[in-house]
């Protein structure tokens, strides 16, 4: 998917990942700004030196405390940021993540972390991106 953005260097690269296990989707809520309190899958910055992959690996073992088998590029979002709230834009690639092991516990700055259905998901306080993603990935699913 080409996203052609009018001032690409004001983009912070980050990641997430869309994990769809026995027909549920692994989400943390966020427990800091931005977006605190939404639902979301996990995910954050990459660091510096850091591929896409190896930051959205990372990400996912400090948030929930699991690993995945395979990972594969989903989607890409170019996030707006808020100047006023002091938040930077986002370019976001969502990976699909497969094969999930180890013991799902909310860690860094998640507040929690657990596995909704896409009706659950759709009664949640979440973000509309993620909604979107979960959708499109259950369709494919059939």
Do not use: N
């Amino acid at each position: 998917m080409a996203i052609r953005s009018p001032s690409p260097t004001a983009y912070l690269p980050g990641v997430s990942v869309a994990i769809l296990h026995e027909g549920r989707f692994l989400l943390i809520q966020r427990g800091h700004e931005p977006s605190m309190g939404l639902y979301a899958f996990p995910g954050g910055r990459v660091q510096d030196g850091e591929s896409d992959e190896e930051a959205v690996r990372r990400e996912l073992a400090e948030e929930t405390g699991l690993a995945v088998e395979r990972l594969a590029p989903f989607r890409q979002y170019l996030l707006p940021g808020s100047p006023s709230a002091d938040f930077p834009a986002f370019r976001l690639l969502v990976f699909r993540g497969w094969g999930p092991s180890g013991i799902l516990q909310a860690g860094d700055d998640a507040a929690a972390a657990g596995w909704f259905r896409l009706h659950e998901m759709e009664a949640l306080p979440i973000i509309p991106s993620v909604l979107d993603t979960a959708r499109a990935i259950s369709a494919e699913a059939g």
